[in-house]
């Protein structure tokens, strides 16, 4: 009686498995296929075989790809005044560089006229010793009549594979300039959500004519966003697109010119209020003749341009003696408002708005009622009868739950009662309008308990209300 043993075959690459380049099927092959083969795929494989005696074999190959790019040129002028004698001496620098494999190797030509070191005491080419082999540095010293010409830079793997030579051409002339430009914009730029803004780019200098090209903070300009010559077009604008846009011109020559602007869309958002009762009493309620402060607060883009006017019961409302209206500093707590009540009156009971507005307009305002009356009490929180411990199984969906009274109800934020474990859509805190916390398709890392809290927001500045439940979620 024998025993067949089959053989397992892997394939593996130096920085680890080749499993996430290929198709997992090629990698347990006698023969690994990479098809349309990149030059970040070179380097060493390992063909593993093993069939549960002894030790694997293993042998490698390695495989080397070969490739040449087109070459560059970039051009650095420097011109120094000599102290002795009335003229300016100019050097030019031409730097050709070029990616391959293997090393690449230049020739630099003016003309037909082919450049060696020493062969003109006018010329000098060299490597930068911190790039060896990966760039050639011509340089022009003081230049005469005959450097302004064609100049070419060869770069040769020495038709290794049969890859041909390549080259690139750059005319040297005396109007030889790196790039200037211009933004005929202003900056910032602010505009409301939904207008056109055409952001308008010139050349002002540089030869040979640079390319202009537009970028953004963002990392990429948005997808409906046209570029037309030096004109940036970005049709009805949105807050998402707001961000620093930069005008680049390049032409090899010098460092590329750039010019940058913002833009700032404008935007009002977040409405929110808390009612801070007198500090200097142990209780939270709100009682007559004591001081109450409302604090409005909004968040608007630009700050600047955020006003806030008050209203009770729908007539506006005055700073004076008893209801003192501050603005606060923007540095301290942007976009806020408070409106100090001193020595509450059962006549100061009514609805307080709090409206919130930009100078620029366009914008919607946003109004904020604070219902101020014998009936404002501060929360109180509470987990229902049976809703804690909350046993559930795998893949259910699930409401954890804690009633909140009060008046006005604030929000509710909840978390995980240990403060490293994120909730279950991956945030570390969640807020609810009615106390509910619902999650879908729960599994067994959601067990544990959970904290629901009063917020500051829409309710009283008060200590924070706590409660605990627990959820258990059972395996199949």
Same mark, same amino acid.
């Given at each position: ?17 080749? =499993? ?45 790809? /070969? ?12 011109? !120094? ?6 003229? +300016? ?32 005491? !006018?010329?000098?080419? /060299?490597?930068?010793? @911190? ?11 003081? &230049?005469?009549?005959?450097? +302004? ?45 939904? $207008? ?20 953004? %903070? ?27 846009? %930069?005008?680049?011109? %390049? ?8 010019? =940058? ?44 341009? &955020?006003? @806030? %006017? ?33 020595? &509450?009156? @059962?006549?100061? @009971? ?75 859509? !991956?945030?570390? $805190?969640?807020?609810? +309008? ?22 500051? +927001? ?19």
């Amino acid at each position: 009686m024998s025993t067949l043993f089959s053989s397992q075959i892997r394939w593996t690459k130096t920085a680890g498995s080749v =499993s996430d380049r290929f198709h997992d099927s090629s990698v347990f092959n006698q023969t690994l296929n990479i098809a349309k083969i990149l030059r970040t795929q070179g380097g060493r494989y390992y063909c593993k075989a093993e069939n549960g005696l002894g030790s694997p074999a293993i042998k490698s190959i390695r495989v080397d790809v /070969y490739y040449l790019d087109e070459p560059t040129v970039t051009v650095h002028q420097s011109i !120094g005044e000599a102290k002795e004698q009335f003229y +300016y001496e100019r050097t030019v620098f031409l730097r050709c560089v070029a990616n391959s494999n293997p090393p690449v190797r230049y020739s630099w030509h003016r003309g037909r006229e082919v450049l060696t070191q020493g062969s003109d005491k !006018g010329v000098e080419i /060299y490597e930068p010793f @911190f790039t060896q082999g990966e760039t050639k540095i011509l340089k022009l010293k003081n &230049l005469r009549p005959q450097d +302004y010409a064609n100049y070419s830079c060869v770069a040769s793997v020495r038709n290794v594979c049969a890859i041909l030579d390549r080259s690139v051409i750059f005319k040297l002339t005396n109007k030889t300039a790196s790039p200037s430009i211009k933004l005929l914009v202003e900056d910032p730029i602010v505009v409301n959500p939904g $207008q056109t803004v055409s952001l308008v780019c010139i050349t002002t200098g540089g030869e040979p004519p640079p390319i202009l090209t537009w970028i953004c %903070s963002n990392d990429s300009l948005p997808q409906r966003s046209v570029v037309k010559g030096g004109t940036l077009t970005l049709p009805a604008i949105t807050s998402d697109e707001a961000g620093v846009y %930069s005008c680049v011109a %390049s032409n090899s020559v010098g460092n590329p010119a750039k010019k =940058s602007t913002t833009i700032v869309v404008r935007a009002l958002k977040k409405g929110r209020f808390w009612i801070t009762p007198d500090p200097y009493h142990n209780d939270d309620n709100i009682q007559i003749g004591r001081e109450v402060k409302i604090s409005c607060q909004v968040e608007a883009t630009p700050p600047e341009e &955020l006003t @806030f %006017s008050w209203l009770k019961n729908g007539r506006a409302l005055r700073s004076s003696e008893r209801m003192v209206i501050t603005q606060t500093d923007p540095d301290i707590s942007p976009g806020t408002t408070n409106l100090d009540i001193i020595d &509450l009156k @059962f006549t100061d @009971f009514g609805t307080y708005t709090c409206v919130a507005a930009l100078k620029g307009g366009g914008i919607p305002e946003i109004s904020i009622d604070v219902n101020i009356s014998s009936t404002t009490v501060p929360p109180n929180l509470t987990v229902p009868r049976g809703k804690s411990p909350l046993v559930t199984r795998e893949g259910d969906t699930v409401e954890l739950e804690c009633l909140v009274s009060g008046k006005p109800k604030p929000i509710i934020l909840w978390s995980r009662a240990d403060k490293e474990v994120p909730m279950p859509d !991956g945030s570390m $805190q969640m807020e609810s +309008y009615d106390g509910v916390l619902r999650i879908v398709n729960v599994s067994r890392e959601m067990t544990g308990s959970y904290r629901c809290q009063t917020s500051q +927001y829409n309710g009283f500045n008060v200590k924070p209300r706590e409660a605990e439940v627990e959820l258990i979620v059972q395996c199949e």
